[in-house]
């Protein structure tokens, strides 16, 4: 597998990376404690992917080993903990090399293999057909249950999907269902779909909508999640298809524009397919929002980190202004979408779609 080619030095390259995922992150996304650990004090040497990559090996490992043994729930974790890995792994890269491409194939595999040991959990792989391809998505719900009402999970630039399976199983110890979807720009979508994203990005989630309901029956409200970049998704998901009733942004704006620094801007065009800042610029734009004139009837939630480094609490609070039933929530000393307040946040924001969800 090659390595990943910065322009920086090494030590440069890992310092940046752990700026983008420290540790409370990893933690976020399922990652072992030990081996977050390790993988933030591996030396400079060692390629972050490379070592991302042998931690998720002998979680499999693990894994293999306790389903001969019978032992499925330890299965089934260990898989989850191999993907959290992965996760990170494919992270070293910012565009779409082969080496990315070759991790996130193991990532989704560990995901289904997990999936496969869950004795609580169903966990089903969508392809939901958008455009002349398809967006990939994971429906997660309690096994042996009818579906409750469904709330749709969105990442942003370098999170997707089984990122926030966290989120998903609260939901689902909830009596709700959740989709994690992966939008044209994201993931598996991106990687094996070949779709970008763009202005026309509120379809998909109405395609998932689509796709939950042909597999349920469920004619009621849906909400909506949306963590960093993708809380902008999530809000013009609300305001473009009515079915959604409740919306939360964590860690966005409605107006972004490419970012100063190198990461970023080599993820914004990855997500986008273009080449240039001024081509990234120019599909950014459609995506703005507007309170004054776009309107949704969904609640909104909004959760702000006071040391979140990319996002301000005035530019996360005009979200606010797009419905009339709102609430902001603000931890003082938070990070960005709250990695550091990762159970309090999940736990109040599951609540929350309960309340919006039931009622009525």
């Known amino acids: ?21 420290p540790m409370s992150r ?4 399922g990652m072992d404690h030990g081996d977050a650990v390790h993988l933030a004090g591996a030396a400079v040497s060692e390629p972050w992917h490379e070592v991302a990559a042998r931690l998720a090996e002998a979680q499999s490992t693990r894994a293999e080993a306790a389903a001969g043994r019978g032992d499925v729930e330890t299965a089934a974790a260990c898989c989850r903990r191999a993907t959290a890995s992965l996760i990170f792994a ?5 565009t779409d090399h082969p080496a990315k491409r070759a991790l996130y194939v193991r990532l989704t595999r ?11 959990l169903q966990v089903e792989r969508l392809s939901i057909p958008f455009r002349q391809s398809h ?3 994971w429906f997660v719900r309690r096994s042996g249950t009818r579906p409750g009402p469904t709330v749709v999970i969105v990442g942003g630039q370098s999170g997707w999907g089984p990122a926030f399976h966290r989120q998903a199983e609260a939901l689902a110890r909830r009596g709700l269902s959740a989709v994690l979807l992966e939008t044209p720009g994201q993931g598996d979508t991106r990687m094996v779909g070949g779709l970008h994203l763009d202005g ?4 998909a989630f109405s395609a998932a909508l689509d796709a939950v309901r042909a597999r349920t029956g469920y004619e009621g ?13 999530a809000a013009r998901a609300a305001v473009h298809d009515s079915r959604f009733g409740a919306c939360c942004v964590s860690g966005a704006t409605t107006k972004p524009e490419p970012l100063p620094f190198r990461t970023a801007r080599e993820q914004s065009r990855a997500l986008l397919g273009v080449d240039t800042d001024d081509e990234a610029e120019a599909v950014f734009r459609t995506l703005w929002l507007d309170p004054a004139v776009d309107r949704t009837s969904a609640a909104i939630l909004v959760l702000h980190g006071g040391n979140d480094p990319l996002v301000g609490l005035d530019q996360q609070k005009v979200f606010l202004g797009l419905s009339a039933h709102h609430t902001l929530r603000v931890w003082d000393d938070g990070e960005h979408t709250l990695y550091n307040h990762s159970a309090e946040r999940t736990e109040f924001v599951c609540d929350w779609f309960r309340a919006q969800l039931r009622r009525g």
């Open 135 to 137: 967006c990939t998505a």
């Open 200 to 203: 026309d990005v509120d379809r």
């Open 90 to 94: 494919q992270m070293a890269f910012n």
């Open 221 to 233: 409200r849906f909400g909506v999640w949306g963590n960093s970049f993708g809380g902008l998704l």
């Open 1 to 21: 597998m090659d390595a990943p080619v910065p322009t920086e030095d090494p030590a440069k390259h890992r310092a940046a990376l752990l700026r983008a995922m």
């Open 110 to 120: 560990a995901y289904q293999a997990a999936a496969e040991y869950d004795t609580e």
């Open 26 to 29: 990893m933690l976020d996304y």
